[in-house]
């Protein structure tokens, strides 16, 4: 009997102990995020992958990367921000390339959209990367803007101006303009 009192007092400490010890914390994937963390969204990016496509032989063919920024009513400056800024290190290693690095990650100067079109001005881009006045590297150049914008944007079309204008730009790439496009109309342009 006393055996029984003995255990009994134990097992009546444990529990006692036991209430009072602090419960176990729950891994961080469940636990609540701090108040003062900031909230972000997920933006695609495209860049070209020699990887992916070992052959190049599309020239436009691109392919996405995630990249999260911080949250915001406007998903297409965000996304080419990143698209200017080019390819992590991280990126590069596994295959994607693009005209845009470093040296143009300031280049946005506006990017908005206006009913089913995304109005991107860059800063002057041409002494930079001169070499996306080719066919190829204007076809990459125009792949790369053109469907991060229009996914980000949620806009089928795009147009482009250097500085507000927009006859720069298609000439740098060699491209003009004609009756048969509004690319050259600097009016959304204007500031």
Known sequence: MVGQARWAAILAAMVLLGACAPA????????????????????????????????????ARVFAVTRTVPAGTDGLTPALQELLAGPTPAEAAQGYHSWFSAATADALISARVSGSTSYVDLTDLRSTIPNASTSC?????????????????????????IEGHPRTFWEWLQRGCDAGNDNCDPAPFSR
């Open 24 to 59: 176990p914390v729950a891994p961080s994937a469940t636990a609540s995020p701090s108040p003062s963390a900031a909230p972000s969204m997920t933006v695609l990016v495209y860049f070209g992958n020699s990887v992916l496509d070992p052959g190049a032989n599309d020239c």
């Open 137 to 161: 590297g204007s076809a990459a150049l125009l792949a790369q803007l053109g469907t991060t914008a229009q996914q980000a944007g949620m806009s089928p079309q795009v147009r482009y101006a």
